[in-house]
């Protein structure tokens, strides 16, 4: 028994000298030292030997395992390293060639325009408040001075949901409700931006769901002057002109009174006419007015201590006059030609 442990090992040394590779290593590894090996069956035999061998050979079978276990890793690390120099002189690294470029995105139009608008008014010390696009009918129309069944409430094509009185929001102006009752009775100087709802025919100029940014100031002594004053500075700033011309002329929103659209001076043809302003020379940009008393007072301040004023504008249409585009499709519709010239 202790000659074929002798053979065993020297088979298997001899058999390791061979070995040239990782996989050939763990072939070897199997075939040697596994649960099937000549070794290992050499250990199972031990039961049938006489007491005074069996202590010997068991010695001597744990002294060819560990030789051999021993033998199996420093001819790993051997055969690792060699595998490591091999692949470094194969794989040679060229330091001189130009690295690629990273693939960089860029924000989209929209919230390039919405990011100008903040920082205008952020100037002017308003600052942004958020409210939420799903609606209760109330503060979409009732506390805007729309009680149910208001003729003025065609102005906007409603999308409803299933549950009665809520609604997706058509307009930012019930945020003016919501901020006002959340700051009474501080002065209230805010911006609200957002998404709104309104199911109408898509066309070239309008989207079944769009940006509006509100604007909303509230205090004891807001004039219809500090409307005109704050939305004819935005405009300067707003297209980058000390001297656009701008016009308020007289509107209707059933929120405030009264109520005016502000045009801008067409900045393609200098207010000559052209196909952009449909040879108006003029090109609208918002609507605008003075909180109407009943809206103060849903808000919950006193129109007789307090005035206010309100506006709200489009940035989808915004941006297609600052960029000359002539279709808001384009927007939403993730075209990457498209929205990588921007
Ligand atoms: C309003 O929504 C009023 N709430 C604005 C307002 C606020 C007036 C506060 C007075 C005081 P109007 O429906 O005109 O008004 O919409 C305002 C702007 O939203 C428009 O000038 C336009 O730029 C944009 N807009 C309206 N409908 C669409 C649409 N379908 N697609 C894209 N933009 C739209």
């Known amino acids: 028994m202790l000659e074929q442990l002798e053979q065993i090992k020297a088979e298997a040394q001899a058999a390791l000298e061979k070995v040239s590779d990782l996989d050939a290593l763990e072939a070897w590894r199997v075939a040697h030292l ?53 692949s470094l002189d194969e794989e040679q690294l060229d330091v001189t060639l130009p690295g690629r470029a990273l693939v960089r995105g860029r924000l989209h139009p929209i919230t390039q325009t919405l990011r100008r ?3 205008i008014f952020a100037e002017m010390g308003f600052q942004v408040y958020r409210s939420r696009e799903v609606e209760s009918d109330d503060y979409n129309f009732t506390f805007l001075n729309m009680p149910p069944h208001h003729p003025a409430r065609d102005m906007w094509d ?37 998404m709104c709802y309104r199911y109408e025919q898509v066309t070239t100029r309008s989207e079944m769901q769009f940006t509006q940014v509100e604007g909303l100031a509230v205090g004891k002594h807001i004039t219809l002057s500090d409307l005109k004053g704050t939305l004819t500075d ?26 005016a659209e502000m045009d801008v001076e067409c900045f393609v043809c200098g207010g000559k006419g052209c196909s952009v302003c449909k040879q108006t020379g003029w090109l609208e940009i918002l609507g605008s007015g003075m909180v109407h ?14 005035s206010g004023y309100a506006f709200g504008m489009g940035p989808e249409r915004i941006t297609m006059l600052l960029h000359r585009i002539d279709d808001i499709r384009y927007f939403w519709r993730n075209d990457l030609r498209f929205l990588e010239q921007f």
């Open 293 to 306: 008393p009943t809206v103060l007072r849903y808000g919950g301040y006193d129109p007789e201590e307090y």
């Open 34 to 86: 596994g649960r099937s090996s000549p070794l290992m069956n050499s250990f199972k035999q031990m039961g049938g030997l006489s007491k005074e061998e069996r202590p010997k050979v068991g010695q001597r079978a744990n002294e060819v395992k560990v030789a051999l276990e021993a033998e199996l890793e420093t001819k790993r690390a051997m055969l690792k390293q060699a595998a490591l120099s091999a």
């Open 117 to 119: 608008i903040y920082a």
């Open 158 to 194: 409603t999308f409803y949901t299933s549950t009665e009185g809520v609604i997706l929001r058509t307009h930012t102006s019930p945020g003016q409700i919501h901020a006002m009752r959340e700051f009474h009775p501080d002065p209230i100087r805010v911006i609200l931006p957002g």
């Open 234 to 259: 935005f405009a300067r700033r707003l297209f980058d002109d000390p001297n656009v011309g701008t016009r308020f002329r007289a509107s209707h929103f059933p929120f405030t009174e009264p109520s």
